[in-house]
């Protein structure tokens, strides 16, 4: 490595270290989707995975609490759908968690078909915990096209842990100053 890349990666450090140090973050923990099945077409990148399913676009995200530091999160997942046309519609409590045992945890919502237009999503919460050993396989039914119900789709789940920025300080403090000198004039 040269001195003028050294030095380059150097300051590039320290400026991310110091922007990072003026935002505020809090850890999450929730769970999310750890693989697609084989023949579902999609795709699966940070918090969420998305696919296809006989025209109707679903993407699967990761719903999570603040995260202490031990925490096995509960099971929760926003699920968002875009369908192509219009016919289609979802019951929501027909969704269930289940384990290698065979033991489901229905999810905790009011049941009832509902229409689905671009943009629709769900709040699924379970009472269970995806613990780190725990296997666990987010069954999605209930989704139909017209009087035809659509085959459950299968997904494995895992716990998953981030961290968001809630506030950068340095911005709001350049922003002071600022409407600080416009008011000075």
Do not use: N
Request: aromatic share 8%; charged share 20%.
């Amino acid at each position: 490595m040269t001195p003028i890349s050294r030095l380059r990666a150097v300051t590039l450090g320290l400026v991310a270290g110091a922007l990072l140090a003026g935002c505020a973050t809090k850890r999450y923990a929730g769970s999310s989707v750890v693989s697609l099945p084989a023949g579902l077409q999609g795709r699966i990148g940070g918090r969420a995975a998305s696919f296809e399913l006989d025209g109707l676009k679903v993407r699967l995200e990761a719903a999570g609490q603040e995260a202490g530091p031990a925490d096995s999160p509960r099971v929760s997942i926003a699920i968002r759908f875009d369908p192509r046309e219009l016919g289609y519609s979802f019951d929501p409590a027909q969704v269930v968690v289940r384990d290698p045992d065979g033991h489901t945890w229905p999810a905790q919502v009011v049941g009832g078909y509902r229409p689905l237009a671009p943009g629709s999503s769900f709040g699924l919460s379970f009472a269970v915990e995806a613990a780190r050993e725990s296997r666990l396989t987010l069954v999605i039914d209930g989704l139909a096209r017209g009087a035809r119900r659509l085959d459950p789709v299968e997904l494995p789940i895992g716990p998953r842990r981030w961290s968001t920025i809630e506030r950068v300080y340095w911005l709001e403090a350049i922003g002071y100053v600022l409407s600080a000198a416009a008011y000075a004039r």
